[in-house]
């Protein structure tokens, strides 16, 4: 089977697409298919970034880079420069290659999806896929950049409608999503939708053995202390407030709140807590992916903040590693999210909603107090992670799905 996948971001992107991507696109190589990935040369921050695998050795994916400013994610107007660079250049790649048996389209650029559907549209056999961890137009509707139900907006939802009719298949990560993308986009039942949620590779987070804690531990003094930890984007779909509140409530209890990472909301959240004096409230940039569990397994539970807009448009894709590591989590969102759902489904921590800040405070001082409830909670988010959210649960889901819409009886999957 001939598989293409386009992503702006690959490995060594720090985006988490970038390794979802390639996870999928290795797995597949090394079932034989022949997978070409066409991505961006930039990375997630901006910059050039070192050199993406690009063997075409069998049973290894052939990876295409396009040029693209490299401006990062500082401003829209910088965004969206990559984006534009990199969806002019996927399109003309994707009329230039072969026919296709299937093209996986993610949603990083937004419309990316454009390629996809021009390739169909030269090779009317292919089957074309929609990877969608986002929503457009609606994010950009939901967070002010654009006027919902203005000109703007209509014309990109008329876009949306026409590429959804060229879509054999929606791969969502949680039913709000998938429901938003159907309800929103589909036509007399064209596409298909399932949930196949995001995941972490099992062999970076094996059962037995524990990772040494990150070194950053040691350089911020937080040994003695219950770490509360926040890791990856904390940006536009994430929520800041209520954080501060929670951490001064909780300045008597030993509970030091660790934010890793970057994103628009962190200049917000570091204001605050300078202003009001915080001390135990601290923030350190990216780390290597190759740092994460390292980074986990100093914490104590992963906090997880999302907008109530953010439903249905964008999910966090930080739960999966902290469920790989036995992480309760603390999640402060709305209902009906994948980590909601998590949460529900494997009891694996506390779902609580915006603007309760006795709520967070409740849930961390009973996992702080509490080490049989934590030690519970912690086996829980393991077993979700085995049974769910791991490479060995998802990947077999993508494979039904690719060999179904490239066989004889594809239509059958519909789910």
């Not at 490995?11 to 990935?37: I, K, M, N």
């Not at 390629?115 to 009317?124: D, E, K, S």
Request: hydrophobic share 45%; with cysteine; glycine share 10%.
């Amino acid at each position: 089977m001939r598989v293409a996948i386009v992503n702006l971001f690959y490995p060594p992107s720090l985006a988490a697409s970038a390794h979802l991507a390639a996870s999928l696109a290795d797995h597949r190589a090394a079932w034989g298919d022949e997978v070409t990935v066409v991505c961006g040369r930039g990375g997630y921050l901006g910059g050039a970034r070192g050199g993406a695998r690009s063997s075409r050795a069998a049973g290894t994916p052939t990876v295409i880079q396009l040029w693209t400013p490299a401006l990062g994610k500082a401003t829209h107007g910088r965004r969206l420069g990559d984006y534009v660079a990199f969806l002019i250049g996927a399109v003309g790649r994707l009329l230039l290659m072969p026919r296709q048996d299937v093209v996986v389209a993610l949603t990083t650029p937004p419309f990316v999806l454009v390629a996809a559907v021009a390739h169909r549209i030269l090779h009317p056999r292919t089957k074309v896929v929609l990877w969608s961890h986002d929503v457009y137009p609606d994010a950009a509707e939901a967070f002010g950049t654009i006027r919902p139900g203005g000109f703007l907006s209509r014309m990109l939802r008329a876009v949306s409608r026409w590429l959804m009719r060229r879509v054999d298949h929606v791969v969502a990560v949680d039913n709000a999503m998938l429901n938003r993308v159907l309800t929103g986009y589909a036509h007399d039942g064209r596409p298909t939708g399932s949930v196949i949620p995001n995941w972490e590779p099992t062999a970076r987070f094996p059962r037995d053995g524990r990772p040494t804690p990150w070194a950053g531990y040691r350089e911020a003094a937080v040994a003695d202390r219950f770490v509360v930890l926040h890791t990856g984007n904390f940006g536009v779909g994430h929520r800041a407030e209520g954080i501060a509140d929670a951490a001064a409530s909780l300045a008597g209890d030993h509970v030091t709140f660790l934010f890793v990472g970057g994103g628009v909301r962190v200049p917000e959240l570091t204001a605050e807590v300078k202003r009001r004096n915080l001390r135990n409230v601290l923030f350190h940039g990216y780390v290597p992916r190759v740092e994460t569990a390292g980074v986990l397994a100093g914490a104590r539970c992963s906090l997880i903040s999302l907008d109530d807009r953010s439903l249905g448009i964008m999910s966090p894709s930080k739960m999966h590693s902290s469920l790989a590591m036995g992480l309760p989590i603390v999640y402060v969102g709305p209902p009906g999210t994948n980590v909601d759902e998590a949460i529900r489904m494997y009891r694996c921590g506390f779902s609580i909603r915006q603007g309760d800040v006795p709520g967070i405070v409740e849930a961390i001082r009973r996992l702080r107090s509490d080490r049989g409830l934590a030690d519970e909670l912690s086996r829980n988010a393991r077993r979700a992670f085995e049974s769910t959210y791991s490479d060995r649960s998802t990947l077999p889901q993508f494979d039904a799905l690719l060999e179904g819409l490239t066989s004889s009886e594809g239509l059958s999957i519909a789910g």
